[in-house]
């Protein structure tokens, strides 16, 4: 649904009501995940709310939605920052309603509805194992 520009996972916007798609892709298109993130935690902006009329249960499932999607934007390879990975996943695992932010446990709760996150979540696994072993041999050297 969203720009097919992206390699992204679509499955959640995909799988939103239709009435409530034109506000998904208002925020995919045009709001950062930090203002994403600040609508999830202190509700969407006056503008948006007079923009589209959506319930406060709406406006939860959307911005699920797109927050976990811009997640799958990020490109994770091998030296980008452990911190902001785990961050990525942090913020993964808050969205998807999960109590832990272990990555291995949201892999498999992703795998058979979200096999595309599910995808992205075990690069960025690999990524972090791969930046750990880049500094330990730096440090060995």
Do not use: C
């Not at 091998?78 to 309603?97: C, G, M, Q, W």
């Amino acid at each position: 649904m969203p720009g097919l520009n992206h390699d992204i996972d679509a499955t959640f916007m995909d799988s939103l009501p239709l009435a409530v798609r034109d506000a998904a892709l208002e925020l995919i298109r045009f709001s950062s995940l930090d203002e994403m993130l600040d609508y999830k935690i202190n509700g969407p902006s006056d503008f948006l709310q007079n923009k589209f009329e959506l319930t406060g249960k709406q406006w939860f499932e959307v911005l699920n939605a797109v927050i976990i999607t811009k997640i799958s934007y990020f490109d994770i390879q091998v030296h980008f920052p452990n911190r902001y990975i785990d961050k990525l996943i942090e913020i993964a695992a808050f969205t998807a309603n999960k109590s832990s932010t272990d990555p291995v446990g949201l892999y498999r709760s992703m795998l058979t509805d979200h096999p595309k996150f599910a995808e992205w979540i075990k690069n960025a696994i690999k990524v972090k194992q791969q930046n750990i072993q880049i500094a330990v041999s730096k440090k060995t050297n």
